[in-house]
């Protein structure tokens, strides 16, 4: 079975820094991953997502992730945060599983 | 990208009555839509999973009876809350997978106050 941990229930970061959400899976096959980011009171749309192939995913709104197996992990990252991107963020294992992660909570300080 | 609709977005009633909340995929069909329960802070927790004309498959400690769904067309999924108390207040949110892709694409969620 996969699951999913994300290290940090909330970040906050500067506007105009460095983004990063850390996520970690477990499991003894090649996993689907995905990040997705809720604002307030609306459902969930996806950011990005890794399913084979090239490891580093770009997505929207300039996020981007990078698959590392010797790491396990599948982190969201961004270079420079943006105000609008305060929200909380969701990583998701494999679509059998279905298996989110606790979520992480992105403040962006002005 | 393919669009999954939820209605209402936002409801409220009294302890005691049944709340329908329906989530319909706009643009594809899907054999497959996911009902998930969210409370404040929290991750999304699935509830079941709603096959298209048969029962829904539900995860271990959801009762059966009090959360009905029902899966009627490729592309419209009900969850009926019944007999609705205060700790059935939560957001709720469906997702719907289409036959030719792996990825989930999720509802607006529905916000159910119960007084």
């Known amino acids: 079975a996969q699951s999913v941990t994300q290290l940090g229930s909330h970040v906050s970061v500067s506007e105009g820094a460095l983004v990063l959400l850390r996520c970690n899976y477990s499991?003894?096959?090649?996993?689907?991953l995905f990040w997705y980011v809720q604002y307030p009171n609306q459902g969930l749309q996806l950011l990005l997502k890794y399913t084979t192939g090239a490891t580093l995913v770009k997505g929207i709104n300039g996020f981007e992730a990078e698959f590392k197996k010797s790491e396990t992990s599948f982190h969201l990252t961004k270079p420079s945060a943006h105000m609008s991107d305060a929200a909380e963020y969701f990583c998701?294992?494999?679509?059998?599983?279905?298996?989110f992660g606790s979520g992480t909570q992105l403040t962006v300080l002005p | 990208g393919a669009v999954v609709s939820q209605h209402p977005s936002w409801v409220i009633c009294k302890s005691g009555t049944s709340v329908k909340i329906e989530c319909r995929s706009l643009?594809?069909?899907?054999?497959?839509m996911f009902w998930y329960r969210q409370f404040p802070k929290q991750s999304l927790m699935l509830m079941a999973t709603?096959?298209?004309?048969?029962?829904?498959?539900?995860e271990q400690g959801v009762e059966k009876d009090k959360f009905l769904i029902n899966h009627a067309s490729l592309t419209l999924s009900t969850l009926t809350v019944t007999s609705a108390h205060p700790e059935d207040s939560s957001f709720y949110i469906c997702?719907?997978?289409?036959?030719?892709?792996?990825?989930?694409?999720f509802g607006e969620g529905s916000r159910l106050t119960v007084l």
């Open positions: 499991s003894s096959v090649p996993p689907y």
């Open positions: 998701r294992g494999s679509a059998r599983q279905l298996t």
């Open positions: 643009d594809f069909q899907a054999t497959t």
């Open positions: 997702s719907a997978r289409p036959f030719y892709a792996g990825e989930l694409f």
């Open positions: 709603s096959n298209e004309g048969s029962k829904a498959t539900y």
